[in-house]
């Protein structure tokens, strides 16, 4: 290839990429305006009796959900392309780790045991949860652990906390402890109220922008941790961080609307796409990818004509297993090739 | 006059404590027997571990010296070649870079033939031309001093001979380099070599001296044979088969 050619191939590749993001842009918006507005025969009835009344319907009641979904997306994107990138590993996930079942386990024990009821201090305990489960991973798997050893303590972790959770629902002082908790702890957007929104979204975009502000470290991490440290990063030190804050993001996020899989997992995976494979940059896509998936999974379960709720995270595993299970085979394939 | 100027650093049980002077152009070949501490002296003089001592490039403290300007005094190649993400090869030699410069990215991968392969995941790269990727990555910011641990394993005749040639060019411009390697033939094309065994620098000499001082024989456990090659140096009044 001669020069011109190279500069050919790099402009396409980079105008391909620009492509990628603008339509991931688009799809976006579109899935927020779709999400406020539809159903639509609700706020048109509203509409025709008094257009104050489908304001009202529209800013209190769809819009906190609306924020939760596209906040709640986002913190699983950005959390697990950060996590993934600290720990070397396109598998390493909040899901996967055990920190969402920490984080549920954190907000059941805060719940129903330490009877609080303040969103925040709810949302604590949820970032509680998950910081112990990381660290816990942390200690059983080491930062460097091989996809093995990651994926056994991260089940292992998972299979603990959520029997943790399951007892303490158990034991909980209330006997609608268990029948209440089913209702989110798979993952509900439903009747949220704007504060509590504002609990999980706080915290969330706090912790977001501050691994955001992390990105390019993360992708010199990319180049091998003696890399990184020769560099003047101190790896050890910011994969602590990674953790802390992808803890806070997750831990608040479920405290409010359960635990939900696979979104975490899948959407670094298509965001490195974008980013030209680096782990770090594909924070910001992963977000925008974590928000469309999980908006279109609440959609789904809106759509659903049964009076009962269909738990969100049941959608984002009925369709993040089979892809899951495809990135365990091909890994397989290449480590075996 | 002096670029790389380390003094007293020290690993726990890995590294004694070690004082090096390396001036600026020089080629400096580090040599030593499997767990002796060649990847630990590199790993010190990098910063990699929070090593005691202190380690100055061109009298400016590496501890304290910020990120865009520490890619500018030194850089550290690791002996692992394994990248886990697929990144274009083009996009890792432009990590080695605090600002983007598409002249000397296009620079590198002329001077490394990567033309080919400069917009495949490096991931999916041999490891041979992964390793001339990760080697043009280290040369990008111009550092005054390259660390390289085992640059030449992995690859073939024609990038042993050319590696030497960019190295040497490199140097007559000021830069140094302390590249660790096992193939002793290679040592005539340095200017200087150290012996690093039990964790202390055991010899510093021209690459000549070095190979005929009775102590190289006995730390390596090899010794010249009659007809000019290494040959295994086995203890006096031994008459051992294998």
Request: aromatic share 6%; glycine share 8%; charged share 20%.
């Given at each position: 290839?001669?020069?011109?050619?190279?500069?050919?191939?790099?402009?396409?590749?980079?105008?391909?990429?620009?492509?990628?993001?603008?339509?991931?842009?688009?799809?976006?918006?579109?899935?927020?305006?779709?999400?406020?507005?539809?159903?639509?025969?609700?706020?048109?009835?509203?509409?025709?009796?008094?257009?104050?009344?489908?304001?009202?319907?529209?800013?209190?009641?769809?819009?906190?959900?609306?924020?939760?979904?596209?906040?709640?997306?986002?913190?699983?994107?950005?959390?697990?392309?950060?996590?993934?990138?600290?720990?070397?590993?396109?598998?390493?996930?909040?899901?996967?780790?055990?920190?969402?079942?920490?984080?549920?386990?954190?907000?059941?024990?805060?719940?129903?045991?330490?009877?609080?009821?303040?969103?925040?201090?709810?949302?604590?305990?949820?970032?509680?949860?998950?910081?112990?489960?990381?660290?816990?991973?942390?200690?059983?798997?080491?930062?460097?652990?091989?996809?093995?050893?990651?994926?056994?303590?991260?089940?292992?972790?998972?299979?603990?906390?959520?029997?943790?959770?399951?007892?303490?629902?158990?034991?909980?002082?209330?006997?609608?402890?268990?029948?209440?908790?089913?209702?989110?702890?798979?993952?509900?957007?439903?009747?949220?109220?704007?504060?509590?929104?504002?609990?999980?979204?706080?915290?969330?975009?706090?912790?977001?922008?501050?691994?955001?502000?992390?990105?390019?470290?993360?992708?010199?991490?990319?180049?091998?941790?003696?890399?990184?440290?020769?560099?003047?990063?101190?790896?050890?030190?910011?994969?602590?961080?990674?953790?802390?804050?992808?803890?806070?993001?997750?831990?608040?996020?479920?405290?409010?609307?359960?635990?939900?899989?696979?979104?975490?997992?899948?959407?670094?995976?298509?965001?490195?796409?974008?980013?030209?494979?680096?782990?770090?940059?594909?924070?910001?896509?992963?977000?925008?990818?974590?928000?469309?998936?999980?908006?279109?999974?609440?959609?789904?379960?809106?759509?659903?004509?049964?009076?009962?709720?269909?738990?969100?995270?049941?959608?984002?595993?009925?369709?993040?297993?089979?892809?899951?299970?495809?990135?365990?085979?091909?890994?397989?394939?290449?480590?075996?090739? | 006059?002096?670029?790389?100027?380390?003094?007293?650093?020290?690993?726990?049980?890995?590294?004694?404590?070690?004082?090096?002077?390396?001036?600026?152009?020089?080629?400096v070949a580090l040599v030593g027997p499997n767990g002796g501490g060649k990847?630990?002296?590199?790993?010190?003089?990098?910063?990699?571990?929070?090593?005691?001592?202190?380690?100055?490039?061109?009298?400016?403290?590496?501890?304290?010296?910020?990120?865009?300007?520490?890619?500018?005094?030194?850089?550290?190649?690791?002996?692992?070649?394994?990248?886990?993400?697929?990144?274009?090869?083009?996009?890792?030699?432009?990590?080695?870079?605090?600002?983007?410069?598409?002249?000397?990215?296009?620079?590198?991968?002329?001077?490394?033939?990567?033309?080919?392969?400069?917009?495949?995941?490096?991931?999916?790269?041999?490891?041979?031309?992964?390793?001339?990727?990760?080697?043009?990555?280290?040369?990008?910011?111009?550092?005054?001093?390259?660390?390289?641990?085992e640059p030449l394993s992995n690859l073939?005749p024609?990038?042993v001979l050319?590696?030497f040639?960019?190295?040497?060019?490199?140097?007559?411009?000021?830069?140094?380099?302390?590249i660790a390697l096992h193939d002793l033939a290679q040592l005539p094309r340095f200017?200087r070599a150290l012996l690093i065994a039990d964790?202390?620098v055991q010899m510093d000499e021209a690459p000549a001296n070095l190979v005929v001082g009775e102590c190289f024989g006995e730390i390596f456990r090899i010794r010249e044979g009659a007809d000019g090659d290494w040959e295994i140096r086995r203890p006096e009044g031994r008459r051992s088969s294998p």
């Amino acid at each position: 290839m001669d020069m011109h050619g190279a500069f050919d191939a790099l402009r396409n590749r980079a105008f391909e990429r620009q492509t990628l993001r603008v339509l991931l842009a688009l799809a976006m918006l579109l899935c927020i305006a779709a999400h406020l507005l539809l159903p639509i025969a609700p706020l048109r009835e509203a509409h025709e009796i008094d257009p104050e009344l489908a304001n009202l319907l529209l800013v209190q009641l769809r819009l906190p959900r609306t924020l939760l979904v596209i906040g709640y997306g986002a913190a699983l994107g950005v959390s697990g392309a950060a996590l993934q990138a600290t720990f070397a590993n396109p598998l390493a996930s909040p899901d996967i780790s055990g920190a969402s079942s920490g984080a549920a386990l954190g907000a059941v024990i805060g719940g129903y045991w330490l009877g609080i009821s303040q969103p925040l201090a709810l949302a604590a305990c949820g970032a509680a949860g998950a910081l112990g489960t990381l660290g816990l991973l942390v200690g059983l798997a080491g930062r460097k652990a091989d996809t093995a050893t990651l994926l056994l303590a991260g089940l292992a972790i998972s299979l603990a906390a959520g029997a943790a959770t399951s007892l303490a629902l158990s034991l909980a002082p209330s006997p609608f402890a268990f029948y209440d908790a089913f209702d989110w702890l798979m993952g509900s957007f439903t009747d949220r109220s704007l504060s509590q929104a504002a609990a999980a979204l706080v915290p969330a975009s706090f912790a977001t922008a501050l691994l955001l502000r992390r990105a390019r470290a993360l992708d010199l991490i990319g180049l091998g941790e003696d890399v990184a440290a020769s560099l003047g990063l101190r790896p050890r030190r910011l994969s602590l961080e990674v953790i802390a804050l992808s803890a806070v993001a997750v831990g608040a996020c479920v405290s409010v609307a359960g635990a939900i899989g696979f979104v975490g997992l899948v959407a670094p995976l298509f965001a490195r796409r974008i980013s030209g494979g680096h782990p770090g940059k594909a924070m910001i896509p992963a977000a925008m990818i974590g928000a469309v998936l999980l908006t279109l999974a609440d959609l789904a379960v809106r759509a659903v004509p049964l009076d009962r709720p269909i738990p969100v995270g049941v959608i984002t595993a009925l369709f993040g297993t089979p892809l899951f299970i495809w990135m365990v085979v091909t890994m397989r394939r290449r480590l075996t090739a | 006059m002096t670029s790389l100027q380390a003094i007293d650093i020290a690993l726990d049980r890995r590294l004694q404590p070690t004082s090096i002077d390396v001036p600026s152009g020089q080629l400096v070949a580090l040599v030593g027997p499997n767990g002796g501490g060649k990847t630990s002296l590199l790993r010190a003089l990098a910063r990699v571990e929070l090593a005691s001592g202190q380690v100055t490039v061109d009298g400016e403290d590496l501890d304290l010296a910020p990120e865009a300007r520490r890619r500018r005094l030194l850089s550290f190649l690791p002996a692992s070649r394994e990248v886990t993400w697929p990144i274009a090869a083009r996009d890792v030699i432009r990590l080695g870079l605090d600002r983007p410069d598409e002249d000397r990215i296009a620079e590198l991968i002329a001077l490394f033939e990567l033309e080919l392969l400069a917009d495949r995941p490096v991931n999916h790269l041999s490891t041979g031309e992964r390793a001339r990727v990760l080697t043009a990555r280290a040369l990008a910011s111009r550092p005054r001093i390259l660390l390289l641990d085992e640059p030449l394993s992995n690859l073939d005749p024609y990038w042993v001979l050319r590696f030497f040639e960019i190295f040497e060019t490199v140097a007559a411009s000021g830069q140094s380099f302390l590249i660790a390697l096992h193939d002793l033939a290679q040592l005539p094309r340095f200017d200087r070599a150290l012996l690093i065994a039990d964790g202390e620098v055991q010899m510093d000499e021209a690459p000549a001296n070095l190979v005929v001082g009775e102590c190289f024989g006995e730390i390596f456990r090899i010794r010249e044979g009659a007809d000019g090659d290494w040959e295994i140096r086995r203890p006096e009044g031994r008459r051992s088969s294998p």
